[in-house]
Nanobody
Framework: QVQLVESGGGLVPAGGSLRLSCAAS????????MGWFRQAPGKEREFVAT????????SYADSVKGRFTISRDNAKNTLSLLMNNLKPEDTAVYYC????????????????WGQGTQVSVSS
């Protein structure tokens, strides 16, 4: 069983930055690929970024590439998402998710989910 708790969301102006964190309660965090997804009102949940258990494989959605950085600290069981140059279209609830094994870009591949944290970007 993996429990995930996100934090760090908030309201920022366009061009600003936020760092999201996800704390994982699990015995061997490095066994799990982690991902960030987001869901805006009226839209489907979409992939943002993912990285493998040892952070050797990383993938980003085209919409955030060059602006967002995903990282993890396996010693502290934490996942992070640094978001720079935020745009109004980044406004959404952001979720961290975990799956055993390799990375995946589809939400249905992930078994464990956090409760989400709201990110709002004003224009």
């Amino acid at each position: 069983q993996v429990q995930l708790v996100e934090s760090g969301g908030g309201l920022v102006p366009a061009g600003g930055s936020l760092r999201l964190s996800c704390a994982a309660s699990v015995r061997t965090f490095s066994n799990y690929a982690m991902g960030w997804f987001r869901q805006a009102p009226g839209k489907e949940r979409e992939f943002v970024a993912t990285l493998s258990g040892l952070a050797r494989v990383i993938s980003y959605a085209d919409s955030v590439k060059g602006r967002f950085t995903i990282s993890r600290d396996n010693a502290k069981n934490t996942l992070s998402l640094l978001m720079n140059n935020l745009k109004p279209e980044d406004t959404a609830v952001y979720y961290c998710a975990a799956k055993f094994g390799g990375i995946a870009m589809t939400s249905n591949a992930y078994i464990y989910w956090g409760q989400g944290t709201q990110v709002s970007v004003s224009s």
